[in-house]
């Protein structure tokens, strides 16, 4: 999730929690009546906060989880890539080496 997207939501939870507020705030209603509402507004509000960070934080986890596996996946695969190549460079090596000595051999006759 991006970093805007993440303050988006943020800014619309604290406008529509202010603005729920205000509300009650200027509704004509008895005073213990009114806590009672603004208590629960703000329950309601902490509880649909945690259930936001719950879900940025499990997809999260899952970008890194992934990219992880991507990561290991072409770690393992430069390996594979290396050891052939180390291969490949031996083979050619002593093929040279071959080649020098039949020159060598060759030169002393």
């Known amino acids: 999730?991006?970093?805007?997207?993440?303050?988006?939501?943020?800014?619309?939870?604290?406008?529509?929690?202010?603005?729920?507020?205000?509300?009650?705030?200027?509704?004509?209603?008895?005073?213990?009546?009114?806590?009672?509402?603004?208590?629960?507004?703000?329950?309601?509000?902490?509880?649909?906060?945690?259930?936001?960070?719950?879900?940025?934080?499990?997809?999260?986890?899952s970008k890194f989880s992934k990219a992880k596996l991507d990561l290991e996946g072409q770690f393992d695969h430069l390996l594979a890539d290396s050891h052939h190549k180390k291969e490949e460079l031996i083979e050619t090596m002593e093929r040279k080496l071959a080649e020098l000595k039949k020159q060598a051999a060759t030169a002393k006759n």
């Open 1 to 61: 999730m991006s970093d805007n997207t993440g303050k988006t939501v943020l800014a619309l939870l604290a406008g529509a929690a202010i603005g729920a507020g205000l509300g009650i705030l200027f509704a004509p209603d008895k005073g213990s009546n009114t806590r009672r509402k603004i208590r629960d507004g703000f329950e309601e509000g902490k509880e649909n906060l945690k259930h936001r960070f719950d879900e940025v934080t499990e997809n999260l986890k």
